[in-house]
C-alpha cells in the first residue's frame, strides 16, 4: 500500500486500551509520546467491528499513518490496522446453524464439489482473540517477557556497582530513576503483575536492591508516598504562582486543553502532560498528580476570575458554551436545583414526589431540597443503605450518591464526550410520567452563542425548613409576622383584602429562533 500524502507509516505498540472504542499507541522512537488509536479511525469496517467486539490488548503492534485534529492539533493515529491482523473468518457454530435445507440446496457437479475433511483430521485451533477476557494467558506472558529482561538488567552486577557510584550532578538522574522504578513496583503491585513467581522473585529483588535501608527495613511505599506528596506541594506552587502572575495566558492554554462541555478523566495521562507542559517544566515527572491537585489547580483557576470547571469525582470538563434545553422550574427551589444538575454528567430523570416542593426520588433515594440562605441543602429522607447522612449541600449529595445509585454515569458521560456529542443534562418530570431520556441539546447552529441571563423570578412562598439552615450553619427563613388583634366587639370591619397572587413566570434559557 502506498504511504498517506507522501509520508511513510509509522508502527507502535499499544500500551492502554481505555474503552471499548480508544486506546493509545506508542509510537517507536517516542518514548514519551503516546497518542489516541480510536475505533473509529480503523482501516476497514469488518475491522472497525472486530475491534468493537474484542478490544486490543497492550502489547499490540499497529502500523499508522500519523494525522492532527483540526481543532487542536493534536496527533492522533489514522487509518490504522494491525501488523499481524485476525482472520475474519465465521465459527463453524454459526455456519452450522445456517445450513439450507435438502430441498433448496443446490447440488454441485463431482468435478467442481469440494472434498470433504476426513473425521479424524482436527482443524487448528484459531489464534486467541484480542480482547481482554480472550487473552490473559498470551498478556501474561508478554508482560513477563517484557519485563523479565530489563528486571535483568538492571539488578545485574555492572549496573548495581555504577549505581552506587553516582553522586554530583548525577545525583538528580538517580533519584528520578528511583521513582519510575517505584511507581512501576507500586503499579504492577495494584495490577497484579507481580503474582506470577518469576516476575515476584524478580520484583521483590529490586525493592530490596534500592529500597532497603539497615535497621529500618524496606521503605519504598513510605518513600514514594512522601515524594509523591513533595511533588504535587511543589506543582501547586508553581501553579499558584504562574496563575497570579500571568492568568490570560494560562487561561488561554487551559482552554486549548479543555474543549467546552467535553468530560475528561483526571486520570487521563494525556490530561497530566498537558497541564505538566503549561505549568511545570518538562523534566517534570509523568504519573504522580494526584485527581486532589488537579482539582485545586482548577480551582484555583475559577477563584481568579477564570472558567468555572465542572468536577465530578473523577471526571472534569469545561462548562459548555449554551445551556440545555428543557422545561422551565415549578418553584425556586428547582430552578436552583437545575443549576446545579447543569454542572454533572447526565443522570435518569429525578422524580417529583407528593407533596413537594422540594420532595424528590433520585434512583432508590429520597431527598427533600430546601433554599437555605442563598444555597440549596439536600436532606436524605430514606435511602437503600440506611443510613442517613447530615445535612448536605446540593452538589455533595450528587457526588456522594451518584456514584452509589449510577455508577456508569462517569464512564458514559467521557464516551458521549468522545463521540463529539454534549453530554446532556438530568431532567426533573412528574411522579408516573413515562420515563424520558436527559435534557435536550441546542442545535448546532447555536453553538458558540453564550446564553441569555435569565430572567429574574418573582418571590415564591416556600415553606420553612429551620433545620436545613442550622445545618450548613446558614443564616435560616424570618420569623412568620404575629396574627393580628381580634377586633373589639360592637365595632364592625371588614377583614383585609388578600394579597393579589403574582403570576410565576417561567424562566427562559437560551436564544429563540428569531434572536439568532
Known sequence: MPPRNGKPRERGTV???????????????????????????????????????????????????????????????????????????????RSRGRRKSPSTRRRRSPSVRKRRRSPSVKRPRSSPQLGTGSCIKSRSLLIKTRCTPQMEAVLSPP???????????????????????????????????????????????????????????????????????????DFLQRAANMLGTGLPAVLARLRQIFRPGRWMFLCDPRLESDLINVFHEDTFPRHVLTHSTITQVLERVTA??????????????????????SSGPMDLIESALMEVL??????????????????????????????AGTDLAARVLSSPSGVLPEVL??????????????????????????????????????????????????????????????????????????GLAVGLGLPGPPPLPAPPAPLAPGISGLPPAPAPMIPFVRPKFGLDDDEI
Request: aromatic fraction near 12%.
Open 15 to 93: 500500551v492502554a486500551w481505555k474503552t471499548a472504542d480508544y486506546g493509545f499507541v506508542k509510537r517507536e522512537g517516542r518514548h514519551n509520546d503516546d497518542i489516541q488509536l480510536h475505533v473509529a479511525n480503523a482501516k476497514g469496517e469488518r475491522f472497525k467491528d472486530y475491534i468493537r467486539r474484542h478490544g486490543v490488548a497492550p502489547g499490540v503492534r499497529v502500523k499508522f499513518d500519523v494525522d492532527f485534529e483540526e481543532n487542536r492539533g493534536r496527533p492522533y493515529a489514522a487509518n490504522w490496522e494491525l501488523v499481524d491482523p485476525p482472520k475474519f473468518s465465521q465459527s463453524p457454530s
Open 159 to 233: 549496573f548495581q556497582a555504577t549505581f552506587r557510584h553516582l553522586s554530583g550532578g548525577a545525583k538528580r538522574a538517580k533519584e528520578a530513576f528511583l521513582l519510575q522504578t517505584a511507581l512501576c513496583l507500586k503499579s504492577g503491585s495494584q495490577k497484579n503483575y507481580w503474582d506470577q513467581p518469576d516476575l515476584g522473585e524478580l520484583a521483590g529483588k529490586l525493592r530490596r536492591s534500592f529500597f532497603y535501608v539497615e535497621g529500618y527495613g524496606e521503605l519504598m511505599d513510605d518513600w514514594l508516598q512522601s515524594r509523591v506528596k513533595q511533588l504535587n506541594e
Open 304 to 325: 481568579l476570575g477564570g472558567d468555572d470547571f465542572h468536577v465530578y469525582n473523577d471526571i472534569v470538563r469545561s462548562p459548555p458554551l449554551q445551556a440545555p434545553l
Open 342 to 371: 447543569r454542572r454533572l454528567p447526565g443522570f435518569p430523570p429525578l422524580v417529583r414526589l407528593p407533596p413537594g416542593p422540594g420532595l424528590y426520588r433520585f434512583g432508590r433515594v429520597e431527598v427533600l431540597f430546601q433554599l
Open 393 to 466: 449541600r446540593a452538589l455533595d449529595f450528587f457526588v456522594q450518591f451518584g456514584p452509589q445509585e449510577f455508577p456508569k454515569a462517569a464512564a458514559e458521560a467521557v464516551q458521549s464526550s468522545d463521540s463529539m456529542h454534549l453530554c446532556p443534562t438530568t431532567g426533573i418530570q412528574d411522579v408516573g410520567a413515562p420515563a424520558a431520556s436527559p435534557g435536550l441539546v441546542r442545535p448546532p447552529m447555536s453553538f458558540g452563542v453564550p446564553p441569555a441571563p435569565m430572567p429574574t423570578m418573582p418571590a415564591m412562598p416556600v415553606p420553612p425548613h429551620p
